[in-house]
């Protein structure tokens, strides 16, 4: 068996691990983070289950960590109590990263962690099926519930040979991402094998697994081995681990050959992760900002291969550095070897430990501006500055490029960037707060602040639905897209009302007046609709919009999983050429869905009245989900058969 199916088949709670069939699986650790998390623990409340019934449970603050109105602190005391109440610790704003800080503290090998966020698999780099969802997954499983999922296939990515210097595990991922586009991984888990393995550290394995989100796979994971053990150990861990490889005679669905020697540079153009050159064919861009963090690049190991490149310089005049440590570990860490005053001294602008510049909490860069920046995403107006044109790159080229004021290849250096794992991590786990005991969580009291408004649910589906389709949008329309995230919106994530207001606006601003004008309705669309974030406000915002379903020509994977959860519709053209014959305002018809769907028919015809047609779509559903889409999403499923 490969790993994944180890793992798959030892956590097993229903189905059976057959290709493309519904699973269920026990979660063992789940984590939320703050931007989403709020809704999760509304969710989970909402569910009346007294304490998480998980290993361990983790909410991190660490997303809306600009405080610039009482709004994101406001969120933060209501995690702070309603995860002392609940039985989930606490990792306080300026912790870290949520996904570092899992990675280098809570990760184990063979077990399996639900995060609320879609760069879960980051966890993976230690051998740990990790995977992002929605919150009300999250929060299902925190009451000890399955998690279902399509039980994927598996892709063996077989790495040889050993990086070259200056060139990095962000090139790895990138050139996969250059193959395999971001829907490559849609079903998939990327299960790393062959002996490159051994040559990466657990942090670069890590920054492979985090960015293997954006293919659209279902997780991605490495095998377990000496250097795993090294890293717990150092970690004070030591008894964390736990060896974990495939069975020699492993199946694998299909192989995807890297060798690690004959990798460059890359760098990821604008707007998209899998528009990846080599920095060699891109050429000198003259750039602005230079961004360096985020969950994919972040480390100890990371910042301490800036500070090489950093030591002794000055960035370029033009350019405007930002460097965010990911956790308080590697902050101290740099603090207590000196390397932070190389960066300060270089004039890099130190930011807390968070997200921050990745989500667009704070330094967007200036009109027209070219921003590199070492995150996963590079999505249209995901900077906060539409007009920026972001590239993803590696540290090693962020911090050359940051030197000369362009695009620059960090092998041109004369900078030595081995830098070897320490034998022990200055770790602190005193930011790490631990819920209240059961039997004085009574006492807790959950404290709301008056921007955290009751969430929008779903009503039981109509025999009949009819509407207008309101907008028409192309391929790879992502949830930066259907619901933005910027310093100002993301303050307003318990605020499902509020956030409605800009729901799709970059595609169309004209949408959420035309959608509530119109009482609803439904959207078209094209491939791999609702890629990037688990953010379920990508469903709860059309759902407040009352919009009833969504015709495409695919859809990634959290987002399906999101909208059913909420009764919106996921439907996909049998025949992809139809979608060319709908056209905004077209007033559509699904006649006796109800009846269609509860009796399992997997096409249902969508007829354009305007035009006088029907096409048939589909809309394969397991048989829970069936009775989740007809009670109205998964909240009002389990209050009818609870
Ligand atoms: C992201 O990187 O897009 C986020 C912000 O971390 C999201 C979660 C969110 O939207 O709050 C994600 O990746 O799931
Ligand atoms: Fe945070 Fe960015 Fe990672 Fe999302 S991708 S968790 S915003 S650092």
Redesign the pocket.
């Known amino acids: 068996m490969n790993i994944t199916y180890q793992i798959l088949s030892s956590h097993l709670m229903a189905g059976s691990l057959k290709r493309g069939s519904e699973i269920g699986i026990r979660i063992d650790h789940t984590l939320t ?4 998390g709020t809704m999760a623990y509304l969710q989970f409340e909402a569910m009346g289950v007294p304490r998480v019934k998980t290993e361990k449970s983790l909410a991190y603050i660490d ?1 809306n960590t600009l405080q610039s109105g009482f709004e994101n602190a406001d969120d933060h005391t209501y995690l702070a109590t309603v995860a002392k109440k609940h039985g989930v610790y606490l990792s306080k704003p300026g912790n870290g990263v949520c996904h570092q800080v899992e990675l280098e503290r809570f990760a184990l090998p063979g077990k399996t962690l639900l ?6 698999p980051t966890a993976g780099g230690l051998g740990m099926l990790a995977i ?1 969802a929605g919150g009300l997954d999250v929060a299902v499983a925190m009451g000890g519930g399955a998690y279902y999922l399509t039980c994927p296939a598996v892709v063996n990515v077989r790495l040889t040979g050993k990086l070259s210097r200056g060139v990095a595990a962000k090139d790895v991922i990138l050139e996969i991402l250059r193959r395999l586009t971001v829907k490559g991984g849609v079903g998939k888990v990327m299960e790393y094998t062959g002996t490159g393995v051994a040559t990466l550290s657990i942090p670069e394995r890590a920054t492979i697994t985090n960015m293997g ?1 954006e293919l659209g796979a279902t997780t991605s994971i490495f095998p377990a081995d000496e250097v795993s053990c090294d890293f717990l150990r150092a970690q004070g861990r030591e008894g964390d681990y736990a060896p974990l490889a495939p069975t020699p005679d492993a199946e694998y669905d299909e192989v995807v050959e890297i060798d690690l020697a004959a990798l460059e540079p890359m760098v990821a153009l604008p707007h998209m992760p899998d528009n990846v050159v080599t920095v060699r064919e891109a050429g000198e861009i003259k750039v602005d900002q230079v961004c360096i963090g ?2 994919t690049n972040s480390s100890y190991l990371d910042m301490m291969r800036v500070a090489r490149v950093l030591q002794g310089k000055t960035v370029h005049p033009d350019v405007s550095l930002v460097i965010a440590p990911g956790s308080r570990q590697v902050l101290g860490m740099l603090a207590a070897n000196g390397a932070l005053n190389d960066l300060i001294q270089a004039g890099a602008r130190i930011t807390e430990t968070a ?1 921050g510049f ?2 667009g909490m704070g330094q967007s860069p200036r009109t027209g501006a070219v921003s590199l920046r070492t ?3 590079n ?1 249209y107006g ?1 900077s906060g500055t539409k007009s920026a044109s972001v590239y993803l790159v590696s540290p090693e080229v962020a911090a050359a490029s940051a030197l000369s004021g362009v695009l620059s290849d960090p092998r041109t250096l004369d900078v030595d960037f081995d830098i070897a794992i320490p034998n022990m991590f200055l770790y602190n786990d005193n930011l790490i707060i631990p819920p209240a005991a059961a039997q004085d969580a009574d006492a807790v009291e959950v404290v709301r602040g008056p921007n955290i408004k009751p969430f929008p649910k779903a009503e039981k589906l109509d025999e009949t639905l009819c509407g207008k389709a309101l907008l028409k949008m192309e391929d790879n329309i992502t ?2 897209h259907i ?1 933005p ?1 910027d310093s100002k919106l ?1 303050p307003f ?1 318990s605020n499902v009302p509020k956030l409605s207001e800009y729901c799709l606006t970059p595609v169309d601003a004209t949408f959420p007046a035309r959608a509530k004008e119109a009482g609803g309705g439904f959207l078209l669309a094209g491939q791999n609709y609702g890629q ?4 379920e ?2 469903a709860l915002a059309p759902l407040y919009l009352k919009i009833r379903g969504v015709i495409a020509k695919s859809f990634a994977r ?1 987002h399906a999983a999101n909208l059913i959860n909420n009764g919106i519709l996921p439907l996909t053209f049998v025949n992809e050429a139809d979608y060319d014959r709908f056209d905004r305002d077209d007033e559509l018809r699904l006649a006796d869905v109800r009846a269609r769907i509860a009796r399992g028919d997997e096409i249902i015809p969508v007829e354009n009245v305007s035009k006088g047609f029907t096409v048939e779509t589909r809309l394969p559903l397991s048989s829970r989900q069936r009775r989740m889409i007809l009670a109205g999403g998964l909240i009002n499923m389990m209050k009818e058969e609870a």
């Not at 983070?33 to 989403?36: E, G, L, P, R």
């Not at 990037?532 to 953010?535: F, V």
């Open positions: 983070q703050d931007s989403t997303h995060g609320s966020d879609s760069h879960t992002g989100a985020s969950c997200c990745c989500i995150n996963n995403r999505f995901r949830t930066d619901m995230s993301l994530r990037g974030s688990s953010r406000h990508a959290i």
